[in-house]
Nanobody
Framework: EVQLVESGGGLVQPGGSLRLSCVAS????????MSWVRQAPGKGLEWVSR????????SYADSVKGRFTISRDNAENTLYLQLNSLKTEDTAMYYC?????????WGQGTRVTVSS
């Protein structure tokens, strides 16, 4: 079965950094584009970043561009999101999704809290 397991979140001060990981299973990871999305408390789902199965294709929401970096390790079936220069407005639950599958397979997410 398809599984997406996020980890790496935590409590961090503004300006700090975190690296989120998403371990995928149940499909051929290297064949699919992947995205990170997030949901702040009381807010709707927000797209954060997308990475193609091609190594030279990545995109970001304007709110995180220049601060976050998406990457993937196909040998380990893992998607990463490096979060730098964190702001309080980055506080949210972060989820990884398979672009082709959409939200049909939903993991537990990992919580990022940015607070001074």
């Amino acid at each position: 079965e398809v599984q997406l397991v996020e980890s790496g979140g935590g409590l961090v001060q503004p300006g700090g950094s975190l690296r989120l990981s998403c371990v995928a299973s149940g499909f051929t990871f290297s064949n699919h584009a992947m995205s990170w999305v997030r949901q702040a408390p009381g807010k709707g789902l927000e797209w954060v970043s997308r990475m193609s199965n091609s190594i030279d294709s990545a995109s970001y929401a304007d709110s995180v561009k220049g601060r976050f970096t998406i990457s993937r390790d196909n040998a380990e079936n893992t998607l990463y999101l490096q979060l730098n220069s964190l702001k309080t407005e980055d506080t949210a639950m972060y989820y990884c999704v398979n672009v082709d599958f959409g939200l049909c397979h939903w993991g537990q997410g990992t919580r990022v809290t940015v607070s001074s």
